[in-house]
Nanobody, 118 residues
Framework: QVQLVESGGGLVQPGGSLRLSCATSGLTFSMYSMGWFRQAPGKERELVAA????????YYGDSWKGRFTISRDNAKNTVYLQMNSLKPEDTAVYYC???????????WGQGTQVTVSS
């Protein structure tokens, strides 16, 4: 059974930082591309960042370039999202997802809430 479990969300003040983690099990992690998505209230889910199976060329949505960093540790079967200079508009539920490129994202975590507020 494939499981993706996010952690690290919470309440942070504007300008602060958080590091999200997504621990996976039940899949050969090193063969999967990973992504972080977010869904804000009343909005569609959107891709924040993605990293290929070999940890090579990463992707960032325009809103998060220069502030967020995606990374992975294949030995720990875990993907991370370092979020810096957080803004209130970053408030959302953040999800990690896995796919065997070039297929669609197949496996999803349950999400972790990030709230940026003073």
């Amino acid at each position: 059974q494939v499981q993706l479990v996010e952690s690290g969300g919470g309440l942070v003040q504007p300008g602060g930082s958080l590091r999200l983690s997504c621990a996976t099990s039940g899949l050969t992690f090193s063969m999967y591309s990973m992504g972080w998505f977010r869904q804000a209230p009343g909005k569609e889910r959107e891709l924040v960042a993605a990293i290929p199976s070999n940890g090579g060329s990463t992707y960032y949505g325009d809103s998060w370039k220069g502030r967020f960093t995606i990374s992975r540790d294949n030995a720990k079967n875990t993907v991370y999202l370092q979020m810096n200079s957080l803004k209130p508009e970053d408030t959302a539920v953040y999800y990690c997802a896995a796919r065997r490129s070039p297929a669609m994202y197949r496996y999803w975590g349950q999400g972790t809430q990030v709230t940026v507020s003073s």
